[in-house]
Nanobody, 121 residues
Framework: AQLVESGGGLVQAGGSLRLSCAAS?????????MGWFRQAPGKERDFVAA????????YYADSVKGRFTISRDNGKNTVYLQMNNLKPEDTAVYYC??????????????WGQGTQVTVSS
């Protein structure tokens, strides 16, 4: 079972990207909370957003609140991160993960390989 992110790229400040994270390998992640985290070079892995399997609880980091939206489609085993009004400080490798709903990346059991997001000023 694995998680595969896509949708990263290079965008100018103020632009938008939508990241996707698809589960493959026969494991359904519909019972897991899904989280997005990011890590810039030389920095700690930071929480971005998380959503429960039902979608009834959603957390955002303060730095992305109002700009990013997390959502999921359990039928497609996919979670999304819509990122609007991107800023240069959003530049990082973005990872999706499956586990209990939490802002703590150490509690998540399954991880994708990451997708690079670069925002130019």
């Amino acid at each position: 079972a694995q998680l595969v992110e896509s949708g990263g790229g290079l965008v100018q400040a103020g632009g938008s990207l939508r990241l996707s994270c698809a589960a493959s390998g026969g494991t359904s992640f519909s019972s897991y909370a899904m989280g997005w985290f990011r890590q810039a070079p030389g920095k700690e892995r930071d929480f971005v957003a998380a959503i429960t399997w039902s979608g009834d609880t959603i957390y955002y980091a303060d730095s992305v609140k109002g700009r990013f939206t997390i959502s999921r489609d359990n039928g497609k085993n996919t979670v999304y991160l819509q990122m609007n009004n991107l800023k240069p400080e959003d530049t990082a490798v973005y990872y999706c993960a499956a586990g209990p709903i939490s802002r703590n990346w150490r509690l998540y059991s399954y991880w994708g390989q990451g997708t690079q997001v670069t925002v130019s000023s």
